[in-house]
């Protein structure tokens, strides 16, 4: 197992070898920030989020999960594959094979081996087989089968590349603007017992939103599941030296990067604000906003829904007092969020924040040995626990992992298989270990 300090010099050639796999990936040691370019590098050949991935089926088990859905970059569209044996049908003869084909996350044109089909169970010959989802005629997702059949998983991307924005949660810097328009929100924990928002851009825009603050390198190992690039102001020494390690284009407004704007109405630091739309323009400049990810979510008309009724969620952030309700609103089909007691409110629009899922990873969360504001590790990276997802006013249970700091989370029920929700944002909750977690 890794400690936080063990990574003192080669970083980014360490996440390289990291990538292949490893145990349990912990806080960088805490390097001496430089200035950041106004102009970022160009991504890496070898990044992360840079590097097109093309996911290849591997003959497994039947009692193989299927892995969590990968959406393609820009650069090349890729798949989720799954070779587990279908049992929705049976071959017609020996010579043929089942193959089920699913598309995810948005309408798409699916054909198999160049001819158009629908979704579903296709009996075909035994043998190599590629299938691809089409988008206004443009391939924006394709798989090869095993020859033996079983499924692949086909994921439409999201419209736009990833953009996550570190917006605070601190008495002054409530309300917060542009939470209602994000895809999914993150909230974890940061020093003194305040959590912190990262809120992920994929398919609309906002403005303004904020207020932005600091980054800390578990906020990094967030917005990197969706290849997403980061605005913020600061960071932890870690938080730099996990967002340079990982490629992830930026706009700080410490090291003078546009994006970032003043307002008087509050009491600075809690007055940055910034606009999504401009910042992306500011990112591509630089040549960034280049990946487009869904991450984990897999979403569905016909998500499953859990045998339990959650219609009323209390979670606390242990040990702290600071205490999250959501309540099931059957007419809007969402969650209403509250925040210490109080609606929680958009500021701009005064709409009350109301996610479709409600997603809780439980997680180890320790002091950094020696930091003298105390900040924290959230071991994310290398790690995994409990999970429980909550959606149409029921709760369904299971279990998360987390390979690698840019690697997607890999979301599973109890059964094993991956996590469907019903579409519309998404706020993940990541709890301390034995945080109170009350559902009626």
Not at 204 to 228: C, K, N, Q, T
Not at 282 to 303: E, I, T, V, Y
Request: charged residues 15%; proline residues 11%; glycine residues 10%.
């Amino acid at each position: 197992m890794l400690t936080r300090r063990t990574l003192v010099a080669g970083l980014a050639s360490g996440l390289a070898a990291c990538a292949a796999g490893c145990a349990r990936l912990a806080a960088p040691p805490a390097p001496t920030p430089t200035a950041v370019p106004t102009a970022p590098p160009q991504p890496s050949p070898t990044s992360p989020a840079a590097t097109p991935t093309r996911v290849a089926p591997t003959a497994t088990a039947a009692a193989t999960p299927v892995p969590t859905a990968l959406a393609p970059t820009a650069a090349a569209p890729t798949a989720a594959v799954s070779a587990q044996p279908t049992a929705t049908a049976a071959p017609a003869e020996a010579s043929q094979v089942a193959l089920e084909i699913r598309v995810w996350n948005g309408a798409a044109e699916l054909q198999l081996d160049g001819r158009t089909i629908t979704p579903g169970v296709q009996l075909v010959d035994r043998g190599p087989h590629q299938a691809a989802a089409l988008v206004d005629g443009q391939v924006v997702a394709m798989a090869d089968a095993l020859p033996e059949g079983g499924t692949l998983d086909l994921v439409v991307p999201p419209p736009l590349a990833g953009l996550a924005v570190m917006i605070e949660n601190q008495a002054d810097a409530r309300p917060q603007t542009g939470l209602t328009q994000a895809d999914v929100v993150y909230e974890a924990l940061a020093e003194g017992g305040i959590t912190r928002f990262i809120a992920i851009y994929l398919s609309g825009d906002a403005s303004p939103v904020g207020p932005v603050r600091s980054l800390r390198h578990y906020f990094a190992f967030m917005a990197a599941e969706y290849g997403a690039d980061v605005v913020h102001i600061g960071a932890s020494p870690e938080g730099y030296a996990w967002r340079d390690a990982l490629h992830m284009g930026h706009l700080d407004e410490t090291y003078g990067e546009p994006g970032v704007w003043r307002v008087g109405t509050r009491p600075p630091p809690h007055n940055a604000y910034t606009d999504t739309a401009a910042d992306r323009g500011f990112l591509a400049q630089f040549g960034w906003q280049q990946n487009h990810s869904w991450g984990p979510l897999l979403f569905s008309d016909n998500a499953p829904a859990g045998q339990l009724a959650a219609e009323n969620i209390s979670l606390n952030f242990h040990p702290w007092a600071y205490q999250v309700d959501y309540a099931w609103d059957a007419t809007q089909g969402r969650y209403l969020r509250t925040m210490e007691g109080a609606p929680h409110l958009d500021a701009a629009s005064g709409e009350q924040i109301a996610p479709a899922s409600v997603v809780v990873q439980f997680a180890e969360v320790d002091p950094i040995p020696n930091d003298p504001k105390y900040r924290l590790d959230v071991n994310l990276a290398g790690g995994g626990g409990e999970l429980v997802v909550f959606s149409g006013g029921t709760r369904r249970d299971g279990s998360w992992s987390k390979a690698d700091p840019s690697s997607p989370a890999v979301w599973l029920d109890s059964g094993g298989q991956p996590v469907v929700l019903p579409p519309g944002p998404v706020w993940v909750e990541v709890l301390p270990l034995d945080s109170p977690l009350q559902v009626s």
